[in-house]
């Protein structure tokens, strides 16, 4: 009995401690924000900012990142301004947070959190989780959890990883990688596969851009260098289709890049890659090769 209580006293002050990390900012305007917690994030709903018949994009950056890293100060800005959807950030504020280490505590947290809005009437198919690098992971374990805590009775609308996180094999255990079975759809965006990403973090559709293993335009002489301007190229890009006025992005259904730069792709199925693509009837990989300079969205699918 003494054995049980002090497990269920440890798994409280593990989540109670990592709800007081999070802080969930609702972008009401481009300048204008309410800040929430786990507990109160519910009240969204009675925000007059807050449409009820939006999706929302919540956004979980990754580690090592705040909401000054040009990158994702460039994407929040993209949806803040955007205004088809509601639009949240996860925030902390220490920088350590975001850590495998804190992962599963923190995707507890959000779970929580969704549940409880899921529980006051907003519609989990509405919503849909976007997450960078070990971001991305976070997401998609607080799906899952929102799943299995509540008997799959709310099931997250959309899932994207953009260049989920490498974890390990370990970390891939204990935290989880991306999969179909996290949400209604779940895609994921590869840039850099060799030391940063994880090209194993796939869902129903997967985006390899470039070849997904490093970016032609991150030439640096620090290999370090070189796989974070690879690993980061994945919210530039998305942050270009956020701020786009029709779909951008064309790929090709393809098994390789090798295929797909030898145009044995070329008559595939297409699909654009970014905010737009709503189309849940994707399969499989998807190939796209973008221009050396922003604008990185090229006219054509073809190589």
């Not at 003494?2 to 990592?18: C, D, E, M, P, Y």
């Not at 549940?115 to 009437?121: A, M, P, T, V």
């Not at 990883?161 to 079975?181: K, Y």
């Not at 499989?284 to 050396?292: C, D, I, K, R």
Request: aromatic content about 10%; hydrophobic content about 40%.
């Amino acid at each position: 009995m003494l054995g049980k209580s002090l497990v269920l006293f440890f798994a409280f002050f593990a989540l109670a401690h990592a709800d007081g990390r999070l802080r969930f900012i609702f972008y009401e305007t481009p300048t204008s924000t309410t800040e929430y917690n786990v507990i109160n994030f519910h009240t969204i709903l009675n925000n007059q900012f807050f449409n009820r018949n939006r999706h929302t994009v919540l956004f979980h950056y990754g580690e090592g990142q705040t909401l000054a890293t040009p990158q994702v100060h460039d994407l929040v800005s993209s949806y803040a301004s955007n205004g088809n959807f509601n639009y949240v950030v996860i925030h902390y504020d220490s920088l350590g947070t975001i850590s495998t280490g804190n992962a599963n505590d923190l995707a507890e947290g959000i779970s929580t959190a969704l549940i409880n809005l899921f529980d006051n009437g907003y519609s989990s198919g509405q919503m849909d989780l976007l997450g960078f690098g070990l971001g991305a992971q976070i997401q998609a374990r607080a799906s899952r959890r929102v799943q299995a805590r509540t008997s799959r009775r709310h099931v997250i609308g959309r899932l994207t990883g953009l260049d989920p996180w490498g974890l390990g094999p370990i970390n891939s255990i204990t935290i989880g990688t991306l999969s179909s079975a996290d949400a209604q759809w779940v895609e994921s965006i590869h840039t850099e596969g060799n030391q940063r990403g994880d090209l194993e973090s796939n869902g129903h559709v997967s985006f390899f851009v470039n070849g997904g293993v490093a970016q032609p335009m991150c030439n640096q002489a620090l290999p370090t260098a070189r796989w974070d301007c690879s690993h980061i190229f994945a919210l530039s890009i998305w942050a270009e289709s956020v701020r786009a006025t029709s779909p951008v992005f064309a790929s090709l259904s393809c098994d390789t890049w090798e295929q797909f730069t030898a145009g044995a792709c070329n008559n595939n199925q297409i699909a654009h890659m970014g905010r737009s693509n709503a189309s849940s009837n994707l399969r499989g990989p998807f190939f796209l090769a973008t221009n050396m300079q922003s604008p990185w969205s090229r006219n054509q699918a073809q190589p």
